[in-house]
């Protein structure tokens, strides 16, 4: 991997909740190494307000968020992407764009917090759990040694990181 920052875009199919999510938490972890993007196959149009309380509550800048497609990562003018991750079963089961520079891709999927009915405080749990387990999954890809790994390794570690879940003791 090179010496700049590298670009990672987090998809869902909504781009109003996990996704926002993931691209707060990492621009803040990895602020240094990553600048992190968020998009939808079919957008809302509208960040959930839960999503960006989550982010205030975990000390993460709200600003800036909003819901978007995909598309805007596709062609000319884009940010070039090292990385690619699905966050919702339903967009890594879409036919996805295909993304210029060939990014590593890996679906690390969450459930979703917004599909929570109830009352505001399981609401605001649902998106506390999610946004924990996108956390753990982002400092696990922080520690890796990039420059070391070679593509097919890191495609592997990509991968068993879409699988982890958070140590017992939350954030």
Do not use: Y
């Not at 089961?93 to 679906?107: L, S, Y």
Request: hydrophobic share 45%; aromatic share 8%; net charge neutral.
């Amino acid at each position: 991997m090179s010496d700049r920052n590298l670009n990672v875009l987090f998809v869902c199919t909504g781009n109003s909740a996990r996704s926002v999510l993931a691209e707060g938490l990492m621009n803040h972890l990895g602020a240094t190494r990553f600048r992190a993007f968020s998009a939808g196959s079919s957008p809302t149009g509208v960040v959930n307000p839960f999503a960006l309380a989550t982010l205030a509550q975990l000390g993460m800048p709200v600003d800036g968020f909003r819901s978007k497609s995909w598309s805007e990562f596709e062609g000319p003018g884009a940010p070039a992407l090292d990385f690619v991750f699905t966050v919702c079963d339903n967009a890594a089961g879409e036919v996805c764009p295909i993304w210029p520079g060939q990014p590593m891709t890996a679906h690390w999927g969450v459930p979703d917090p917004a599909a929570v009915t109830g009352t505001d405080d399981a609401k605001r749990r649902a998106f506390m759990t999610a946004a924990v387990v996108l956390r753990r999954r982002i400092e696990l890809l922080l520690a890796l040694p990039l420059h070391r790994l070679e593509r097919l390794s890191l495609q592997r570690e990509l991968d068993d990181i879409g699988k982890a879940t958070p140590p017992a003791d939350g954030v």
